[in-house]
């Protein structure tokens, strides 16, 4: 039987190719973000792979609709077994450039969305007593560069989620 694992940001970049990982491995993977033409590319992907792929447009930032997505996961694809967030977003520019409310986004998605996507897989690994939960991560959570400071920043928040569970 094929695991049932979950991509937050998997529209592209690392998230992406996450998801093709799994689906290559023998997975079928529901894929969450916001860009509907990449989850729509990952999908093709994940399906050129012979794989079940579950679109669900989400913006991890926003629980409700991280939760949701989690319980559509279950009821289309089954039990999740696996969950990854790799979602984030990021801001260029000088940190005087940049606006409170940019730093706020960015932090809302690259950290309180691993954050959501933790506590909805939780919700569902726990009684079952399994599961895993990745967390994917930058080195830029232990070094800043110029021009990244909010981006560096969410890394770093998000930075004591290592290791959260092992079901």
Not at 106 to 119: C, K
């Amino acid at each position: 039987m094929n695991r049932v694992v979950v991509v937050t940001g998997a529209s592209g970049g690392v998230g992406r190719a996450v998801a093709r990982a799994f689906a290559d491995a023998g997975d079928d993977v529901a894929l969450l973000a916001r860009g509907q033409s990449g989850l729509d590319g990952a999908a093709k992907d994940v399906g050129n792979r012979g794989q079940r792929a579950l679109v669900v447009p989400t913006d991890t930032a926003d629980w409700s609709q991280v939760h949701h997505a989690a319980a559509r996961v279950e009821d289309e694809l089954g039990p999740i077994e696996v969950w990854v967030n790799v979602a984030f977003t990021s801001v260029f520019g000088r940190f005087v450039d940049i606006d409170p409310e940019q730093y706020r986004r960015v932090t809302e998605v690259s950290y309180l969305g691993y954050v959501h996507g933790t506590r909805a897989a939780l919700e569902y690994m726990l009684p079952r007593d399994r599961g895993a939960i990745v967390q994917v991560g930058s080195t830029l959570a232990y070094r800043g560069i110029p021009l990244q400071t909010a981006y560096c920043g969410g890394q770093a928040r998000h930075s004591g989620f290592q290791r959260v569970a092992s079901l």
